[in-house]
């Protein structure tokens, strides 16, 4: 019998292939009918048998394009309307695109891969091919809705073979807006030093085809024919294997590019791009190289193959030898896989030309998981480092390539396809995650997520009929690895209420950076037509964006710091009784003015009392002092009248005459911010042992400390042993004594007494004492404990302090949710360790979960703090 469906799929179903493949489906189930895109999703009117029908809805949601996510499809019976044929019909009501989800960058597609390295292929070898499935869309998008005109690709008219594709709904480009070939779409463009021409005349014959144009004192060609284009591959790798560096511009802006199995390539980068400490991300063509350097478990292999392609922290493996400088000192190495086409060719013919095999196209790859051991070589990779000086803005056009990396690369593989929104790479770990198995951690949001929202659950259960909608908010995020956001209603009210979270924007300090926020603001609020009537930022009055806000003609709302850390938190798990939130982090001004970042609160949506934080320390030349960790150990030892301690001794001898200066500095008060801030005690703890004294980026010397644990012999059973042998030498109980070592580095919890003026937000209950934590690191240290032992019992420290902060807060109030927020909670170590302590106790514990917990939350917490007093008012 032949029915009707009337049929909503909700999700990520628009501009990833979903109509196409819904018509495909239908002339498979022969089904008649329409399907419709929607500001709420797709609408599907189907009509067909029974049988057929259903099997029809169950290949909807089993079958989808890879890209799409479907999160609900609604049924329901409707009269039959006697279709003869099944057409997808287009909305002509512009105005209805105007609120659909864009789609972010997706790595190119697997049947893109096939076609890119296929000869008898028409597209064989084009860098730009993409399909429904894959390719650009946020990057180049200039309005919406999501239409050729109103991207970057408008300038490019499509060939005949083009359009023909475009127009086929049984074809895979059918609307895919940036389809193009060598006929019609863009080229990519090579640009070199007139003086390095001779150079170019090289053995092997690879010359780049004859220059079209000059740029300065640049020669630049294009590949405008196969021949040409593959010319310029041939000419790119052959200066990457020579040790050059190239400039290669990808989907959100350009990567500096090397040899990274060249150690002198790697340091040239270094020196040239100024960047010392930094471990630089590597490109690899496929997974079976990957394991020949890291550890991948099959969450990790999933994360690295996704359609995303984030650069993942994956684990070294024991006796992998990288090239020195490359990520010296770390147990951890970015990876990524190319996802782009042109990465994919240039990747490609660098792996064929060093001769190492790595699998035809990088498409499959043969599982060469052979370790590199010791004298084994190590499979081809490739230095990628976003293209950009110092902390700025990544660069996105040629032009600016061209001026902005002239003193850094020695030639640009660009593109005439423009880049209209920056998005650097997104960075991600698994970590393993108590109950939950293994989680990914976001380290850095961008390329591949935003400008998705990010699901939120602000309304509870039992309120949700009387849930007030929020307005739209804008909040401006904090100083550093700023990143926006506006919330907004969804078609229910505050029941889906969406946060679009933008893309990691930076450090603003620096002006560039500033007014690239300015920019992706504006993009923001244009694509997504939203006019906010709200503001918030953070409590620094000095802090740009603060200012900015105040400026605005709009109510602006302040947020603490860690407030907003532990709000983001909560709206992503849909917390909204009060939790115990333990934001342990770097940098945040406080409500007192001291710099917070140690802190325990009671805290629910609307306001937070300061139950716990770490015992004040003098930062003697404020933000001199991260710079310089040896100094905040000597606020530390001065803090905690361990300046006589024989364990400090290598440490005032390091800082010479600068220790009498830190000295006058916190006695006569000038220039000594007090702070709480766990991240700083880190800095401390790797300044005192000796692991780094000059870091070259806030939160060096904690990624050491932490690296230096995985000096220990494998796992954590083999570091009791080592523990038991130094401490126990004299002990024959050598577990226990393990036990007493863990013990030792005690953190205190004593009673604060607050003065009269004090308020509950400004003044904890107690007080977290990390001064035996630290008498028992200088024990150890003049004992002459090793110091990855010494690293591990710090960490063990601060696990343990969130334990019994937790532990207090719930013998107090009974409150058994916890939050775990703030960059501390990156370091792999804390953060697993003290996940486990917590499940083990009984506690129901929430971690950032499509954010990272560092201050790349922080947006979204000052949104929601906002929305919830908007509606307390
Ligand atoms: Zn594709
Ligand atoms: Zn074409």
């Known amino acids: 019998m032949v029915e009707a469906l009337d049929i909503h799929v909700q999700g990520i179903v628009q501009g990833v292939g979903f109509r196409p493949f819904v018509y495909r489906m239908a002339k498979k189930y022969l089904i008649n009918g329409w399907v419709l895109n929607a500001t709420d999703g797709v609408h599907i009117h189907a009509e067909g048998e029974g049988k057929l029908l ?89 309005g919406l809705p999501y239409d050729r005109a109103k991207t970057s690709m408008r300038d490019f008219t499509m060939c005949g ?20 070939c060598f006929d019609c779409g863009p080229v990519v463009s090579f640009a070199w030093r007139q003086a390095d021409e001779a150079d170019a005349a090289a053995p092997t014959g690879a010359c780049p085809p004859p220059a079209r144009r000059r740029e300065g004192d640049l020669l630049v060609s294009e590949g405008r024919t196969r021949a040409e284009s593959d010319a310029i591959f041939a000419r790119a790798v052959e200066l990457l294997r020579a040790g050059k560096i190239l400039a290669v511009k990808g989907l959100g802006g350009f990567h500096l590019a090397c040899d990274a199995n060249n150690p002198e390539a790697v340091a040239r980068l270094r020196a040239r791009k100024r960047r ?75 792996a064929a030309a060093a001769g190492a095999g790595a699998g035809a196209a990088g498409v499959v790859g043969a599982a060469k998981a052979a370790a590199a051991g010791e004298g084994g070589a190590l499979p081809p990779m490739l230095v990628m480092t976003s293209g950009n000086l110092h902390d700025e803005p990544i660069v996105v056009s040629d032009e600016e390539a061209y001026a902005k ?171 909204r009784d009060a939790v115990c939130g333990i934001a342990f982090d770097g940098t945040g001004y406080g409500v007192d003015g001291a710099i917070w970042g ?73 220039n000594t911010p007090l702070t709480s801030s766990v991240g700083r005690l880190f800095d401390a703890a790797s300044a005192l042992l000796g692991v780094c004294a000059e ?21 954590d059973a083999s570091g009791d042993a080592e523990d038991a042998a130094v401490v126990g030498a004299a002990d024959a109980a050598g577990a226990a004594a393990a036990a007493d070592a863990a013990e030792r580095y005690a953190v205190a919890v004593v009673k604060n007494t607050a003065t009269e003026a004090s ?67 990156m370091n792999r170590y804390v953060v697993e360790h003290a996940l486990s302590a917590l499940e083990d106790a009984g506690f129901t514990v929430a971690i950032s979960r499509d954010l990272p917990p560092n201050d790349g939350s922080v947006s979204l917490g000052q949104a929601v703090v906002a929305w919830a007093k908007t509606k307390a008012m």
């Open 54 to 142: 259903d099997e029809f809805v169950l290949e909807l949601s089993d079958n989808a394009p890879a890209a799409a996510q479907v999160t609900q499809i609604e049924l329901r019976e409707v009269p039959l309307e006697d279709f003869d044929r099944f057409e997808i019909r287009f909305s002509d009501a512009a105005a209805a695109e105007q609120t659909t989800l864009v789609s972010p960058e997706l790595a190119t597609c697997d049947d893109c891969l096939r076609e890119l390295f296929n000869p008898n292929d028409r597209r064989f070898r084009y860098p730009f091919i993409n399909c429904t499935n894959c390719g650009p869309r946020f990057t180049i998008i200039e």
């Open 161 to 180: 073979r083009c359009a023909a594709e475009y127009a086929d709904p049984l074809d895979r480009r059918f609307h895919a807006q940036p389809d193009a």
């Open 276 to 350: 010392e400490g930094k471990a630089f991300a590597v490109m690899m063509a496929n997974v079976g190289d990957v394991r020949a350097v890291c550890e991948v478990n099959e969450v990790e292999e999933a994360v690295l193959t996704g359609a995303q392609r984030p650069i993942v922290l994956l684990r070294k493996r024991a006796g992998a030898h990288l090239a020195p400088r490359l990520a010296d000192g770390l147990g951890e190495l970015g990876v990524m896989l190319p996802y782009t086409p042109v990465q994919h060719l240039l990747m490609h013919d660098f």
């Open 405 to 575: 990396l002239a003193d850094v690369a020695d030639a640009f593989l660009g593109n005439n396809r423009d880049i209209l929104t920056r998005f650097d790479d997104s960075v991600v770990r698994v970590i393993r995650a108590g109950s939950a198995g293994h989680a990914v951690q976001f380290i850095r949001r961008a390329r591949g997520y935003a400008p998705l929202p990010v699901p939120l659950a602000l309304a509870g259960q039992a309120e949700q009929a009387d849930a007030a909608a929020p307005p739209v908010i804008f909040a401006t995020g904090p100083e550093q690895k700023n990143t926006f956001a506006l919330l907004r209603a969804g078609e229910k009210g505050a029941q889906d209420a969406e946060a679009f979270v933008s893309q990691h924007v930076g450090d603003m300090e620096n002006a560039e950076t500033y007014d690239a926020w300015l920019a992706a603001r504006r993009r923001y609020e244009e694509l997504f037509e939203l006019a906010p009537a709200v503001v918030a930022c953070d409590l620094h009055p000095e802090y740009l964006t603060s200012k900015w806000a105040h400026g605005q003609a709009l109510p602006v709302t302040e947020v603490q710091h860690h407030h907003a850390h532990v709000a983001a938190v909560m709206a992503e798990h849909g917390l």
């Open 598 to 670: 140690g802190e325990v609160m009671l805290a629910n949506l609307q306001a937070f009392e300061r139950f716990a934080n770490f015992a004040y320390v003098p930062m003697p030349g404020g933000a001199a002092a991260i710079k310089h960790p040896l100094r905040m150990a000597y606020g530390v030892l001065w803090a905690f009248d361990l300046l006589d301690h024989p364990g400090a001794a290598p440490t005032l001898e390091a800082l010479g005459a600068q220790a009498g200066i830190c000295d006058a500095m916190i006695e006569q008060g000038i």
């Open 695 to 715: 870091p070259a980026y806030e939160g060096e010397g904690a990624c050491l400390l932490e690296a230096a644990i995985g000096d220990l012999a494998e796992g």
């Open 759 to 825: 308020t509950a937000q400004d003044t904890s209950v107690v007080l977290l004492d990390a001064e035996p934590t630290f008498r028992g690191l200088l024990d150890d240290v003049a004992s002459g404990v090793p110091v990855p032992v010494i690293a591990r019992r710090f960490h063990d420290a601060v696990v343990g302090a969130v334990a019994q902060a937790a532990e207090l807060v719930r013998a107090l109030y009974g409150i058994e949710a916890v939050v775990l927020a703030g960059g501390v909670f």
